[in-house]
């Protein structure tokens, strides 16, 4: 019959792929809220391998979303970086207005 999945097991996954989603979907002024959310669940180890198998808008996998979102936040607040991928021109000082 199959391996038998708890309400809580089952709560995380339909809850990691609902906070995915919206994330995927979600304007930049929430990301923090929502990574923070993402975070919590994360912590319960079980979520791990429902994350690592969750599609989403266009068979999107999570590491790919969570690496787009650190793209778009560095065009946010600017960082530049150099020919080899090294970022530039930008000091954690520099950096730190943006996360007061």
């Given amino acids: 019959m199959g391996e038998f999945l708890s309400p809580i097991c089952v709560s995380f996954s339909y809850a990691k792929d609902v906070v995915l989603s919206v994330l995927q979907s979600s304007p930049h002024s929430v990301n923090n ?3 923070g959310f993402l975070v ?3 912590e319960n180890q079980k979520t791990m391998s429902h994350v690592s198998v969750w599609r989403g808008k266009d ?3 999570a ?3 969570l690496c787009q979102l650190w793209r778009d936040e560095e065009c946010h607040i600017g960082t530049q970086r150099d020919a080899l991928g090294a970022l530039t ?3 954690l000082s520099d950096l730190a207005h943006f996360y007061h």
């Fill in 40 to 42: 919590d669940l994360m």
């Fill in 33 to 35: 809220q929502v990574l």
């Fill in 63 to 65: 590491p790919h979303l």
């Fill in 89 to 91: 021109g930008t000091s």
């Fill in 59 to 61: 068979n999107i996998t």
